[in-house]
């Protein structure tokens, strides 16, 4: 009885100990709230300038590899910064509510056309981190990107548009295909466009990390389906677009980023009917010519919708009951979004008014010119 009674005891001691272990556990399990954006930054962009003046550019081989190297103690090497073959050039980036600064370097052009920050690339690449280890490589095999993959650095997206394409050599004996005259550089990145508070293998958490690249070809891409490339879907032409409906990553973006027709919160490139007038951009664009608004054809009736071009084959009228043999409303056609405003005075009275009847104009969401266009004054005959 007392040996049960002592090892009671011992039991009861022992959970206690191993309840208690556990709690120094739980205690210890420290959540760390996740840095703010603007610092970070701040910080991180203090250590890129910082080897950005403390580094040099050792060598750009014929194949645009490059070798960076710290300045010696005494040296007399010319830093990244200060240096002028290949000038330093920075972009500012709206991303998580503020605007972040990145400095890249453009060792080659490239000679084709650059992407859109949506499309897809073909790239080589090597990551490294600004002590020089290199955390990745692509061992100057080129791979396939989505540059909106959420699962690559955002600052990718950002700074490949800056580089073209180059050209591609006659297939190889052994299949492959090699490029010339391509579009090479580095980016610097801060950690708000790269790993962030995650990290990846050698890469600690709130690291900024540098990487050289090279672009071998581009992919169009078409998000929407529309039949409208992405790229064509840029209207303020700047080369890039954005999904501004993800208001954690994007809670304020500028207006000068916006690329959305119709203002109904969708950018184009995502929104398939892009100047909102209930008809899809896919259907205004590949639609039979001549076809426009409702037309019977075999006893059925086709809407074939508004026309590509300004002006409008027929304004939307209503069916005129003195010609009973005639039905004036199938064959009109609603008013779309015209491409620009033009400004009438009448017995002084200034007002703006929709241009609906500009010759060759075209419809806004195919016009790369519209947002260009100087407003017409009219003034009508008293």
Request: net charge negative; proline share 5%; charged share 25%.
């Amino acid at each position: 009885m007392n040996k049960f009674k002592y090892f009671f005891i011992l039991l009861t001691a022992g959970a206690a100990l191993v309840s208690c272990n556990k709690n120094d556990d739980d205690d210890d399990v420290v959540t760390v709230p996740l840095k703010d954006y603007t610092e970070q930054f701040k910080a991180d962009n203090d250590s890129i300038e910082k080897y950005l003046k403390n580094n040099y550019i050792e060598e750009v081989t014929a194949d645009f590899d490059i070798k960076i190297s710290k300045i010696p103690e005494g040296g007399t090497q010319t830093s990244i910064w200060d240096q002028t073959v290949y000038p330093l050039q920075s972009r500012d980036v709206y991303n998580d509510d503020i605007t972040y600064k990145v400095y890249y370097l453009v060792l080659n052009e490239g000679i084709g056309e650059a992407p859109c920050n949506v499309d897809g690339i073909n790239a080589s690449y090597v990551g490294n981190l600004l002590d020089g280890t290199v955390f990745d490589t692509s061992n100057n095999l080129g791979r396939v990107f989505y540059l909106d993959d959420p699962l690559l650095r955002d600052g990718w997206k950002e700074i490949m548009p800056k580089f073209k394409a180059g050209k591609a050599k006659p297939v190889n004996a052994d299949g492959t295909i090699t490029y010339t005259d391509f579009g090479a550089g580095v980016m610097f990145l801060p950690s708000g466009l790269a790993y962030y508070e995650t990290g990846s293998g050698l890469i600690k958490a709130y690291t900024p990390i540098v990487f050289s690249v090279k672009l071998y070809a581009i992919q169009r891409l078409d998000h929407d389906r529309d039949g409208v490339l992405d790229f064509n879907e840029d209207i303020n032409g700047d080369g890039y677009v954005y999904d501004f409906r993800d208001k954690v990553k994007y809670p304020n973006p500028p207006a000068n980023l916006i690329d959305d027709t119709d203002g109904d919160g969708i950018a184009d490139f995502m929104d398939i009917d892009d100047d909102g007038d209930g008809y899809t951009t896919l259907l205004e664009i590949t639609k039979p010519a001549g076809k426009v608004g409702r037309v019977m054809e075999n006893g059925v009736e086709v809407n074939y919708g508004p026309s590509k071009y300004f002006p409008f084959e027929a304004f939307a009228v209503e069916d005129d009951p003195t010609t009973p043999n005639i039905n004036e409303a199938l064959n009109s056609e609603p008013r779309g979004i015209p491409s620009f405003l033009k400004t009438i005075t009448e017995n002084g009275v200034t007002r703006n008014e929709y241009d609906y009847t500009t010759s060759g104009r075209k419809k806004i969401h195919l016009d790369k010119d519209y947002n260009t266009i100087k407003v017409t004054t009219v003034t009508a005959k008293k």
